[in-house]
C-alpha cells in the first residue's frame, strides 16, 4: 500500500459540480430516450389534464415543470408510481445542473426519498431504471455512500438494465468502499469496446484502484495514458504527482524526481511537489537541498503541515 500517497479523488469526482456535468448530457439522453417511454406505456388512455402536462413536461426536458407538477400529484397522491418516478427522475435532472453543492444535495435527497418510497411498491420490482438513477444519486452524496450506491446500480444491472456509465460509477464507489479488485474489474467493463476513448478522469481513477492493490507497474501504464490523452492542466497535475508517487514506490527515484520537476514547470508554486523534492533530497542525503524544497513548500502553503513538521 502506498504511504503518503495524493488524498482520494473519489469522493471529489462524487461531489464535484463540474466532474456531475460531464456524464449530465449523457443521462439526459438516457432518460428522455429510455424512461419517458415506460413512463407513457399504459398511460396513454388516461394521460389527460395534469398527467399529460406532466409527460408534456418531461418529455421536452422541462425538468422544473416536470418536478413542480409532480409534487402537486403527490401532495393528492402520495404513493402514485408515476408521480413519485418523475418527481424522483426530474429531481436527479435538477440536481446535477446546480452550480451550488447545497442546491444539488437538497435536489439530490429529493430524488432519493421519491425513488425509496417508489421501492415501496409492486411496480418497481422490475424497474432497472429507479435502481439506476437511485445508484448514482447515492454516489452523488459522496463517499459515505458509496455502499448504497454499489447496491443500487449492482440491482439495476441485475435486471439488466445498461447505461454506458454504469461500470464507471461502479469502479468508483467500489473503490469508495475499499473493494479495489472490484473497482478495477468495474473499471475494466468502463474500458470495454463501446468505450473507445476512456477519459483521463477514468484512467487516473483505474490507476489509482490499482496503487491501492500495490499492482504499481499496471497503475504507471494507466497514468502515462491519462497523460497522453489529457488536456486540462489540473488533472495532468495531479497525475504527474501520482505517477511520481508511484515510480518512488517503483524505487525509481531518478523518474519520481522528474515528473516533481516537470509539475513545477507548469505549477511552480505547488507545495506537494516542493515538499516531495525535499523528501527525495533527504533520502539521498542531500539535507541543505531538502529543506530548501520544503522552505519553498511553506512559502506557497503556510499550511502544509508536513513541510512545516521537517523543518522545525
Given at each position: 500500500m502506498m504511504n503518503d500517497k495524493p488524498s482520494s479523488n473519489y469522493k471529489s469526482r462524487f461531489r464535484r459540480v463540474n466532474a456531475l456535468h460531464t456524464v449530465a448530457a449523457f443521462i439526459v439522453v438516457i432518460l428522455l430516450l429510455g424512461i419517458p417511454v415506460f413512463l407513457a406505456t399504459g398511460?396513454?388512455?388516461?394521460?389527460?389534464?395534469?398527467?399529460?402536462?406532466?409527460?408534456?413536461?418531461?418529455?421536452?426536458?422541462?425538468?422544473?415543470?416536470?418536478?413542480?407538477?409532480?409534487?402537486?400529484?403527490?401532495?393528492a397522491k402520495p404513493l402514485d408510481y408515476f408521480s413519485l418516478t418523475v418527481h424522483g427522475f426530474s429531481a436527479?435532472?435538477?440536481?446535477?445542473?446546480?452550480?451550488?453543492?447545497?442546491?444539488?444535495?437538497?435536489?439530490?435527497?429529493?430524488?432519493?426519498?421519491s425513488l425509496r418510497k417508489a421501492l415501496l411498491?409492486?411496480?418497481?420490482?422490475?424497474?432497472?431504471?429507479?435502481?439506476?438513477?437511485?445508484?448514482?444519486?447515492?454516489?452523488?452524496?459522496?463517499?459515505?455512500?458509496?455502499?448504497?450506491?454499489?447496491?443500487?446500480?449492482?440491482?439495476?444491472?441485475?435486471?439488466?438494465?445498461?447505461?454506458?456509465?454504469?461500470?464507471?460509477?461502479?469502479?468508483?464507489?467500489?473503490?469508495?468502499?475499499?473493494d479495489y479488485r472490484s473497482?478495477?474489474?468495474?473499471?475494466?467493463?468502463?474500458?470495454?469496446?463501446?468505450?473507445?476513448?476512456?477519459?483521463?478522469?477514468?484512467?487516473?481513477?483505474?490507476?489509482?484502484?490499482?496503487?491501492?492493490?500495490?499492482?504499481f507497474e499496471t497503475a504507471r501504464a494507466y497514468l502515462l495514458r491519462c497523460l497522453e490523452l489529457s488536456r486540462?492542466?489540473?488533472t495532468i497535475v495531479t497525475a504527474r504527482l501520482f505517477l511520481a508517487q508511484v515510480y518512488e514506490e517503483l524505487g525509481n527515484g531518478q523518474e519520481a524526481e522528474n515528473q516533481?520537476?516537470?509539475?513545477?514547470?507548469?505549477?511552480?508554486?505547488?507545495?506537494?511537489?516542493?515538499?516531495?523534492?525535499?523528501?527525495?533530497y533527504s533520502k539521498r542525503g542531500d539535507i541543505a537541498r531538502a529543506r530548501a524544497e520544503w522552505r519553498q513548500a511553506l512559502r506557497s502553503d503556510p499550511a502544509h503541515q508536513e513541510a512545516r513538521a521537517r523543518l522545525n
Open positions: 398511460t396513454r388512455s388516461r394521460a389527460s389534464g395534469e398527467r399529460k402536462e406532466l409527460l408534456e413536461a418531461w418529455n421536452s426536458g422541462d425538468y422544473d415543470t416536470a418536478y413542480a407538477i409532480s409534487q402537486t400529484a403527490l401532495s436527479y435532472q435538477l440536481g446535477i445542473s446546480q452550480v451550488n453543492n447545497f442546491d444539488t444535495l437538497r435536489y439530490i435527497d429529493d430524488c432519493i426519498w411498491l409492486k411496480d418497481s420490482k422490475t424497474d432497472g431504471r429507479v435502481f439506476y438513477v437511485l445508484g448514482k444519486a447515492y454516489s452523488n452524496k459522496g463517499d459515505d455512500y458509496a455502499d448504497l450506491a454499489v447496491k443500487y446500480l449492482e440491482e439495476a444491472r441485475s435486471l439488466s438494465f445498461t447505461a454506458a456509465d454504469i461500470p464507471e460509477y461502479l469502479g468508483l464507489a467500489y473503490a469508495a468502499t475499499g473497482s478495477v474489474e468495474a473499471f475494466s467493463q468502463a474500458l470495454g469496446p463501446s468505450n473507445a476513448e476512456p477519459s483521463d478522469l477514468l484512467l487516473l481513477s483505474i490507476a489509482r484502484s490499482y496503487a491501492e492493490l500495490d499492482e486540462d492542466s489540473k516533481y520537476l516537470l509539475v513545477l514547470d507548469v505549477a511552480g508554486n505547488n507545495a506537494d511537489a516542493r515538499y516531495r523534492l525535499g523528501e527525495l
